[in-house]
């Protein structure tokens, strides 16, 4: 009886530690402590017999029991550490980086130089507290002009050769129109900036396109003045094209008064780059804004054209073809 349950005993520890040391996950490996040393397990069941055994015997076949016991849980500790072990390594491996290999060629893509001119014009504007703002490219005759002072016979429209849609609106010609759009929807104090598209009705050619860029600029306060607007030009040009002579020029706009156009010194010649003004009073009533209280001033400048004198481009049109061995150069 007693040697018959110590080689039992013996013969589930050899066949438990083959097994264990079979043991390929851990899954498997809870399995078999499980199996083994569970409550329900085979060497409960073992031990389960010793009810019967008498009084000398039953602690020798304990004493070996718990030999058979530790044995057991020791393989499964080695086996559990040894297959932890082999996962992390496996996953190690399986994310291994291989920094020699060569990289996938992506072509690398540019800013467009007139988004290039935008983005910086923008980032000056916003530098000094301006938002930025859009509109629409259709437009009503109001917004385009009637608002901005300019009514329907009023000489200043032939300046700008408009598409008009069969609808009666129209492609706007300048992002004027922005100017009344943002004063409506907000109430001074008002530093907004607008970059967008516009339309004129120009035959193409080097140096004209139907469609071009402008960015819009505009501040509306208690007390702006004159020298406001010569501050604000004068820190932005030199912020876009370094530290080169400006002029103010005496000139018109329906919507600023005094208008005034700005010119700047690039390579011996004065170049004209935009036009200011301060903003006339009808405007400001125009947006129910009392003339009396705010003044304000505004600018427009093309795009286009700083882009042309940034980067010494001789002709508007190089600007649309998408002619990569063109736009690389930016
Ligand atoms: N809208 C004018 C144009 O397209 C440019 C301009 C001039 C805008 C004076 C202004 C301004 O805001 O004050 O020719």
Request: with cysteine; charged share 25%.
């Amino acid at each position: 009886m007693t040697s018959n349950l110590e080689t039992q005993l013996l013969a589930l520890q050899q066949e438990g530690e083959k097994a264990i040391a079979a043991a390929d996950t851990l899954e498997r490996l809870e399995e078999l402590r499980v199996n083994y040393l569970g409550k329900k397990g085979q060497l409960g069941a073992l031990l389960r017999s010793m009810g019967q055994m008498s009084a000398e015997e039953r602690p020798k076949i304990g004493a070996i029991a718990n030999t058979v016991k530790e044995s057991l849980q020791t393989s499964l500790d080695k086996q559990r550490t040894a297959l932890e072990a082999a996962q992390i390594q496996a996953q190690l491996e399986a994310e291994t980086l291989d920094v020699t290999m060569p990289g996938i060629f992506r072509p690398q893509g540019r800013i467009h130089p007139l988004n290039g001119i935008i983005d910086r014009a923008l980032d000056i504007f916003v530098g000094m507290g301006y938002t930025v703002a859009q509109g629409s490219e259709m437009e009503t005759d109001y917004y385009n002009f009637e608002a901005l002072n300019t009514p329907p016979d009023h000489p200043a429209r032939d300046m700008q050769d408009t598409f008009y849609l069969p609808d009666g609106n129209l492609l706007r010609t300048h992002t004027s129109s922005v100017q009344i759009r943002y004063m409506e929807k907000e109430e001074p104090p008002i530093r907004v900036v607008a970059p967008g598209r516009v339309y004129r009705r120009d035959n193409v050619d080097a140096t004209h396109s139907a469609v071009f860029h402008q960015i819009e600029l505009l501040a509306i306060d208690e007390g702006l003045t004159f020298t406001d607007l010569k501050g604000t030009i004068k820190m932005f040009l030199q912020a876009m094209f370094g530290d080169l002579p400006i002029r103010f020029r005496a000139s018109y706009f329906p919507f600023t008064e005094p208008s005034a156009e700005v010119d700047l010194q690039w390579n011996g010649r004065w170049l004209e780059v935009m036009g200011c003004g301060m903003v006339d009073p009808n405007v400001l009533k125009a947006v129910g804004y009392d003339p009396e209280v705010y003044t304000g001033f505004a600018a427009g400048f093309g795009v286009e054209r700083f882009a042309m004198v940034l980067h010494q481009i001789d002709d508007i049109r190089r600007l649309y073809a998408s002619d990569l061995r063109f736009l690389r150069q930016f």
